[in-house]
């Protein structure tokens, strides 16, 4: 009889391994037996699936034992990892099936004493250990071991995912179809099927099982199958889903994909565009549902198979509901449409003080989950008609959130709004905001396109934020990333296909490998209609629900389907299909909110980005590595004339110039490390560096059109953009956290730099000389090569001419250059005047210095950092005394500033007291070094109540107190 039983349980061992991850021989194998493993390579995730032919297979084992602190804990490793032996080596079955053998399990991995063995983990993996067999879930695989001579019984089928706790594979079963069911027991018994608690088959002193049922009635179904072997009973239980034929129904009228609310605030129709599947149950916190598929939650199929929805009913007004998709009973997705998503992994690091009373994410459930909710808070917007900056005119702000304020979040980002309006900046660019993986990131590893990323804040904080912009006459430019999405997509991960880790061949809206050279994660295919389609939406939905300005569209020449692998030089040529495409998704756009911007970082032909250009849409302008090589004194590559769009024979200004971007390097980086130098001049001499690069910025500024600035380059940021958290340079740090630096605006050299931005930003809005950046009509001439460049501009009828001059050399330079006309003139920043009686004039200039000359005297125009009114100190202040005054005082609205005049570097502590007295908090308290500052007062501390304060100034053993009245 021993034989025989050996022999039915090989047998159900060998059907099992047929369909299944893992199967052992013997089944219910014990410390002491020999087992065999088989591994099938078709199921789990399926890494080695046709691995085959590329090498060999080696297995990484351990046990879980009495002392193993949890499934983790693996004991009494034998291999290490990166161990390729004999010993370890998998034996290839054919047909993606592999094995290995362990003679005596309690031997082979040497436990001892009164340890004892619970389970075997394992895992297969190729030589190199990058690619590994895991299951499907991507964890560990286990095998349960068994103690002693009692009884076990076990299903074989349906088959059994080797979790530390098993699961069934997937069930898919519909009314009046039949399951196969098998089941042993390691000693003749009374063996018992059972549905629902009806026996549907029994056998008697047997070791096997086997029954084919028809399954009769839908909804949660239980399998049983026991083993009764005198007093002693034991048992195993599972349970699946059987459903109904999917119901066939029309969308109702007026829905689309998403989440569709009703009025009444108690009902959603969700809708789900996902062709070619068997079925979708929503599951979630619903009454009734309990995160478990259930049919009273089953979805409609439309009649032509590509759309699936459900009416849910009986939501309570102002509720968060949390929801997936369970597609074909096995995939868990979330809807590609939410626009507030619960992620396991990285919510809880969010703070309150950034999203006050964000809902825990559910407890016992896997994988992001989506949000719906009716009734929810609205905003009230104090702007509801925002009117846009001409876009010939923008000067705008691009910053990552998390690296420019502390508290990354729109809430204190609203608090820098009038630090960037005395620069001039009327538009913000935000890098994307978007849900994307992770929390600290640059945003462009976009996941969930409708949902704003919770680490920045809550909804109605984004819309404030927003609100407040335009109520400054800023307008609100997205980062969006639409040419790729990462797998963490519902729309990626509805078609996967898990052994290649990449999207299947079938999914609707993405290419399975990127058609071009630049993409990253997984490449939408935007010639396909789904896609055109989500991507509309996307563009509509900000513009709508936020009022946003416009887009900046990351990698825009990713946008095609013509197969540039490997040459990026064809990437880049005139491609009509791209072209079509752009002009589609702008039309689009403009349907949705008329006059926004649409900001395309191109960099393709001139004659495409000229054509696009010419149907309205604007570009980043890259004019990084001309501008640093000529800040850095480094000439032969110095021309920035190609930041000017009359170079590239443009008609319209649509040219969104930069210095520096997310993507450069930093100007007073690249001067400190890799200036050039003559005798005593040396650009790496950090002040020289700073100087430096307001000659750049005297140029750029100088430049029509629009124009963008990398965060803190108006205070001369001077760290690398690979620069790593602990110190060092490497580009593996480039998307990592940088130094928040705003205490450079209380350096006198830094904050000199801003005073430049700010006078440029005055100049550039003036009225005597709006239009002549707006390039309405400009002429536009220069001479941008070598060291000595100039550039002219002047207004149609010469009321209004510019000529900005500047040394790019290491020594001084004497150059005949032509004004436009004859007259007096203003040296716009050192407020001079000069009489021109010839237009050709010989201009001297030192190294670095740089003049800009107008033809109109603009005296008239504030053009300090502050105020006119700063008052002035003494240059050397005397020892042991501070120098201290407050200004504009009164303030009469303005933001006020403590001016400081340190005779030497040390501490300073600046407090601020109401006008009786009482101490209301601390201004600065820090280290400042010899010079002038200028100390903000905050507002915060007089809640920007009119009235009497006193300032009091302790530096050193000296001590000031001023009065200061708002």
Not at 218 to 242: H, P, Y
Not at 271 to 298: D, H, M
Not at 448 to 460: I, L, Q, S
Request: glycine share 6%.
């Amino acid at each position: 009889m021993k034989k025989v039983y050996l022999l039915q349980f090989f047998l159900l061992f060998f059907c099992a391994a047929k369909a299944q991850l893992l199967g052992t021989t013997p089944q219910f194998a014990r410390e002491t037996d020999n087992i065999i493993i088989t591994m099938d390579a078709n199921f789990g995730n399926k890494a080695l699936l046709n691995y085959a032919n590329t090498g060999d297979v080696y297995v990484h084992v351990g046990v879980i034992t009495n002392l193993s602190t949890g499934p983790a804990d693996w004991k009494h490793v034998p291999f290490e990892w990166s161990s390729n032996t004999a010993q370890n080596k998998a034996s290839y079955l054919g047909n993606n099936k592999y094995s290995f053998t362990i003679n005596n399990i309690r031997s082979f991995f040497n436990v001892t004493g009164t340890e004892y063995i619970q389970n075997i983990a394992l895992l297969f993996r190729s030589g190199n250990g990058n690619t590994v067999q895991r299951n499907s879930n991507g964890g560990d695989m286990y095998i349960k071991l068994y103690g002693g001579d009692s009884l076990v019984v076990g299903l074989t089928q349906p088959y059994m995912q080797p979790y530390f706790v098993p699961i069934p594979e997937t069930i898919s079963k519909t009314v009046g179809e039949t399951i196969a069911i098998s089941g042993a027991a390691n000693k003749p018994s009374t063996l018992n099927l059972y549905i629902n608690d009806n026996l549907v088959q029994t056998a008697a002193a047997a070791t096997v099982i086997t029954a084919n049922p028809v399954l009769n009635v839908a909804g949660n179904t239980r399998l049983k199958l026991e083993a009764v072997n005198g007093t002693d009973v034991r048992s195993q239980e599972i349970t699946f889903m059987v459903n109904n034929a999917a119901n066939i129904a029309p969308l109702p009228a007026g829905v689309r994909d998403g989440i569709n609310y009703n009025p009444n605030n108690t009902e959603v129709t969700l809708v789900l565009y996902a062709p070619n599947k068997g079925r979708v149950c929503v599951i979630g916190e619903f009454a009734g549902s309990n995160w478990q598929e259930n049919t009273a939650f089953q979805m409609n199929k439309t009649p032509d198979g590509n759309y699936w929805w459900k009416t849910i009913t009986g939501l309570t007004p102002g509720t968060e509901y949390a929801f997936q998709y369970l597609v074909d009973g096995t995939l868990k997705v979330g809807e590609p449409y939410a626009e507030k998503i619960l992620d396991p992994w990285n919510d809880q690091y969010i703070s309150a003080a950034t999203y006050p009373n964000l809902k825990a994410y559910p407890a016992g459930q896997t994988g992001i989950v989506s949000i719906l909710q009716t009734a929810a808070p609205a905003y009230t917007w104090t702007i509801p008609n925002f009117s846009r900056p001409d876009k010939r005119s923008l000067m705008v702000y691009e910053l990552l959130v998390r690296d420019f304020i502390a508290t990354h979040n729109w809430q204190t980002l609203k608090d820098t709004l009038d630090y960037l309006k005395r620069i001039g900046i009327n538009a913000i660019e935000i890098m994307p905001f978007n849900e994307f993986d992770g929390n600290e990131s640059w945003g462009y590893n976009p996941a969930y396109f409708f949902a704003p990323d919770k680490y920045y804040g809550t909804k109605n904080s984004l819309k404030q934020f927003i609100d407040v912009c335009h109520s400054k006459g800023m307008a609100v430019v997205m980062d969006i990333a639409l040419n790729h999405s990462t797998g963490s997509n519902p729309l990626a991960a509805l078609y996967w296909n898990s052994a290649t880790n990449e999207t299947a061949a079938d999914n609707p809206w993405f290419n399975v490998t990127a058609r071009h050279p630049f993409n990253v994660f997984h490449d939408f295919n935007h010639e396909a209609a789904p896609t055109k389609y989500f991507t509309k939406r996307v563009i509509e939905h900000w513009l709508k629900e936020y009022k946003i300005d416009g887009y900046r569209y990351d990698l825009s020449k990713g946008f095609t389907q013509t197969y540039s692998i490997g040459n990026e030089a064809l990437m880049a040529q005139y491609d009509a299909s791209r072209v079509a495409i752009w002009k589609d998704y702008y039309n689009a756009q403009q349907a949705a909110a008329t006059g926004t911007y649409a900001i395309l970082e191109h960099f393709a032909d001139n004659q495409e980005e000229k054509e696009l250009s010419d149907y309205g849409m604007m570009f980043w302008g890259n004019s990084n590595h001309a501008f640093t090589e000529a800040s850095m004194g480094w000439l032969d590559q110095s021309n920035f004339s190609w930041g000017l769009h009359t170079t590239r024979g443009w008609a319209n200004p649509n040219l969104v110039t930069y210095m520096e971007s997310h993507d450069e390097e930093r100007v007073v980086y690249k001067n400190i490390n890799f200036g050039n130098a003559s005798g005593n001049y040396n650009i790496r001499d950090t002040a020289t560096a700073l100087k430096r690069s307001q000659l750049a910025a005297a140029f750029f500024l100088s430049m029509p059109g629009p124009k963008l600035i990398w965060q803190f380059g108006e205070l001369g940021y001077d760290y690398s953009i690979n620069y790593c958290e602990n110190g060092t340079v490497n580009n593996d740090c480039r998307t990592n956290k940088k130094p928040i630096r705003w205490d450079y605006l209380q350096q006198a050299r830094r904050y000199n730099i801003y005073k430049l931005y700010q006078k440029m930003g005055t100049l550039r809005f003036s009225t005597a000389y709006q239009h002549v950046f707006a390039a309405q009509n400009t002429q536009i001439e220069h001479g941008l090569d070598g060291a000595f460049k100039w550039m002219r501009l002047r207004s149609a009828s010469d009321t209004s001419c510019l000529l900005v001059v500047g040394n790019f050399g290491l020594s001084t330079v004497t150059q005949q250059v032509n004004f436009p006309v004859t007259g007096n003139w203003f040296s716009y920043l050192d407020s001079t005047f000069i009489s021109i009686t010839a237009t050709a004039q010989n201009v001297t200039l030192a190294p670095g210095e740089y003049i800009v000359y107008l033809n109109r005297n603009l005296l008239n125009i504030n053009t300090n950092p502050v105020d006119p009114e700063e008052p002035e100190e003494p240059e050397e202040p005397v020892a042991n005394e501070v120098l201290a005054s407050v200004f504009p005082n009164p303030s009469a609205g303005k933001q006020a500033y403590i001016k400081i005049n340190l005779p030497a570097s040390g501490r300073v502590q600046a407090s601020i007291f109401d006008g009786s007295g009482r101490p209301l908090g601390t201004i600065y308290d820090g280290t400042l070094a010899r010079g002038v500052h200028n100390l903000p007062v905050n507002t915060r501390y007089t809640n920007a109540m009119k009235g009497l304060y006193w300032i009091k100034v302790v530096a050193g053993s000296a001590t000031k107190t001023i009065k200061l009245v708002l």
